[in-house]
Structure formats: C-alpha cells, structure tokens
C-alpha cells in the first residue's frame, strides 16, 4: 500500500514532463491504480493500516497549503481515503496537475502519507 502513491506520484510527473515513452507511462498508471484499487478493498490491509497498535492514532496537515484547504488536518483513516479518492479520480488521462484531486493528493502524499506508512511499517515489523 505505500508503494502504489509513490509510484502513481513519480507516474503522474513523467506523464506532465513528458519523460519516457508515454504509452509505458500511461499503463504503469492504470496498473498501479488498479492495484491500489484491489489492496484498499482487502479486510486484512484495513485491519492492518488502521490497528492503533500498528498506527499510532495522529493528525496529519498537508505539506502544501492550498488556500481552499483552510487549516485541514486529517486522521490516519481519512488521508488514507484522501489519498485513495485523489488517485481513483486520477486514472483519467491526460491528468490535470492544477485540478483539485492532484492538489489533494500531491498535498498529502508528502510527507503526511509517507510518516503514516513508514509508522506502520516499522510498528509491523517490531511486532515480528
């Protein structure tokens, strides 16, 4: 569930550069949302991404502050459906970098999504 958000972010730029063969670029992104799409819908990665004992319940703020966010702050459960909402919409090509779900998503994803995954991670693997 990390990987899929970083991967989708580094897509989403090349797609907007134009860097690399735009088809390949084009199905690395239908993949891994795809991906995303299938992993959010499993019980076992709620379970797992949403235990307080593997989440430490915090709120996190965006790293950009748009001036339609206001002073937002999310729980671990709403940016995770922050993030997963922003990349379902963006499955559409081309992606509008200036359009609202790329803002909510390129807000979040650094570093809001990246200190809850990390969190998670490490508290997945101290339990092992």
Do not use: C, H
Request: net charge positive; aromatic share 16%.
């Amino acid at each position: 569930m990390y990987r899929f958000p970083v991967v989708l972010g580094t897509n989403y730029m090349k797609s907007f550069l134009n860097v690399g063969n735009a088809k390949t670029v084009a199905s690395q992104i239908a993949s891994s949302t795809s991906s995303m799409q299938m992993y959010t819908s499993l019980s076992t990665t709620r379970k797992t991404l949403f235990d307080p004992t593997l989440v430490v319940p915090a709120t996190y703020s965006p790293y950009y502050q748009y001036p339609w966010m206001g002073n937002l702050t999310y729980n671990q459960i709403d940016l995770f459906y922050i993030v997963y909402s922003s990349i379902s919409s963006l499955n559409q090509m081309p992606i509008n970098r200036t359009g609202l779900e790329f803002q909510k998503f390129n807000s979040f994803l650094k570093p809001s999504y990246d200190n809850m995954m990390n969190g998670t991670k490490y508290q997945l693997q101290a339990t092992f």
